[in-house]
């Protein structure tokens, strides 16, 4: 593994100078494989210094390691380690902020009673008014039971709540979306969605994440079914939009059209499904899908959830059958969200020329990135760093902010279409190239894009209440709200 900065680590040290030279700390750490990130002296009296030595590492087995290596060096003391990444989540990662100002009585007068009831009869008389003159008009909920996070899987609601914290940023950084974690004790799904529904009226969509499968697959359809607010489930939509935009520029890059691939996606769950589904709407013909037991098919079937055989009766044309290293044979694209290691570049090779290969699995890839570059002329994984990094960050604080500006009811195919487009498209045909086809988390310019086309689809589409153009500060607004 490489060294990275979710493992970041502080080593405050003890050095007697008569000792040892602070060079030789930074060359000790090194040799282990770390990488230096600073080093800043603390008090320095007397020949003795307190220095704070800073490493980016593999993981917490490395981390004991450079303490050890530090420690056995004459004139060094650790006298502690501060984990960065940790350090970063005391307390939480998000708070409350007020918008409106509290300096005197006046202001609390208008915040607070008398005046908020002159609002609360408003919203009373016209409950359509919620999206206006409350957080419902720019707050998500994120929702989850903590049954399938990240490369986790079930670690409960409690130890889940990071990750959703860590959404929420990700909500206002890229999208000035206000997000909130909405962690849930329980894994019945009856009970998930009557604490969602009965939640609803506080917020302007709702953002499913990290329920496992199948029953993700029932608790988003049935609560798009019984709110009148947008419910996006992350893993399966924001990962399939994410897809397609990066499989429409690769397809561009080595000249083949949607229409004509064949591909072969490993893992059929939440994010498989969506990706199949969001593929075949785009006008994907061939398209195979591959679980444990092999390639999924219409006369094989059997007895299967409602999900997965909806994938069998509207994939695998030609019926292909065995596992995937055989049905990777002549395949133009490879779509891994499944697990790690379980393909070689020699399988890669087996691919049609020109290969497209998207190994998403995280930490570890389907393949090693490396291996398949030897083969296939774009590779795309859901890392960091690797060119073509696969990340929903990239589709859905555009998404929802597109979604909450235009106060739409749902979420329909046409947006999931029209975000992937527009992600694409911040690409121009002149950047295009076989290690850039799909633009970085940190370019400023997809959370505007990704808005835009939403709004513009949902507004084509008329599954608006009103028209995006009634900014909330507008005049006209202000001026009806008596």
């Not at 785009?282 to 006369?299: E, F, H, N």
């Amino acid at each position: 593994m490489a060294v990275s900065p979710s493992y970041t680590a502080s080593y405050r040290l003890l050095v007697d100078e008569s000792k040892t030279r602070v060079a030789a700390i930074v060359d000790v750490a090194t040799k282990s494989g770390a990488s230096i990130k600073g080093l800043d002296v603390a008090e320095s009296e007397g020949g003795a210094m307190v220095i704070d030595a800073t490493f980016d590492l593999r993981d917490s087995q490395h981390r004991h390691e450079v303490r050890g290596a530090l420690e056995a060096m004459p004139g060094v003391t650790v006298k502690s380690i501060a984990d960065q990444t940790f350090l970063d989540h005391i307390g939480g990662k998000i708070a409350v902020s007020p918008r409106s100002p509290l300096r005197n009585r006046d202001d609390l007068s208008r915040v607070y009673t008398p005046g908020v009831a002159r609002v609360c009869t408003a919203i009373h008389d016209e409950p359509s008014k919620a999206r206006l003159l409350t957080m419902k008009a720019n707050t998500v909920a994120v929702v989850t039971d903590g049954t399938a996070v990240l490369g986790l899987g079930d670690i409960g609601p409690e130890a889940a709540l990071p990750v959703m914290e860590g959404k929420a940023v990700l909500f206002k950084h890229f999208g000035g979306v206000d997000a909130w974690p909405v962690v849930l004790d329980t894994k019945d799904t009856e009970e998930i969605i009557s604490i969602v529904k009965a939640i609803a009226p506080a917020y302007g969509g709702i953002n499913l994440e990290d329920i496992s499968a199948p029953r993700c697959f029932e608790i988003e359809a049935r609560l798009r079914d019984e709110l009148d607010i947008p419910v996006f489930h992350d893993d399966q939509h924001g990962t399939a939009i994410v897809v397609l935009a990066a499989l429409l520029n690769a397809l561009k890059v080595t000249g083949k059209t949607i229409e004509d691939v064949r591909i072969v996606v490993s893992g059929v769950g939440a994010a498989g499904s969506a990706i199949i589904k969001l593929l075949l709407t785009a006008g994907a013909v061939d398209i195979i899908g591959y679980g444990r037991d092999g390639a999924l098919s219409r006369d094989t079937i059997g007895d299967a959830h409602e999900s997965r055989r909806w994938l069998a009766e509207n994939t695998n044309p030609h019926l292909v059958k065995g596992d995937l290293k055989a049905g990777l044979k002549g395949a133009d694209v490879f779509i891994g969200v499944s697990r790690g290691g379980i393909l070689t570049g020699d399988d890669i090779a087996t691919m049609n020329d020109k290969a497209i290969v998207f190994a998403l699995a995280n930490p570890t890839p389907e393949v090693d990135p490396w291996e398949a570059n030897q083969h296939a002329a774009v590779v795309a994984t859901g890392r960091s760093d690797y060119p073509n990094q696969i990340n929903n960050v990239l589709a859905f604080p555009g998404l929802f902010r597109g979604v909450l500006d235009a106060r739409a009811t749902e979420i329909t195919d046409e947006v999931l279409h029209a975000s992937a487009e527009a992600i694409a498209g911040v690409i121009s045909e002149d950047e295009l190239s076989e290690n850039y086809i799909i633009p970085g988390v940190f370019d400023d310019r997809v959370g505007p894009a990704v808005a835009h086309a939403t709004k513009k689809a949902l507004v084509g589409a008329h599954h608006v209440k009103i028209t995006p153009q009634e900014d909330l500060g507008s005049a006209s607004q202000r001026a009806s709200l008596a």
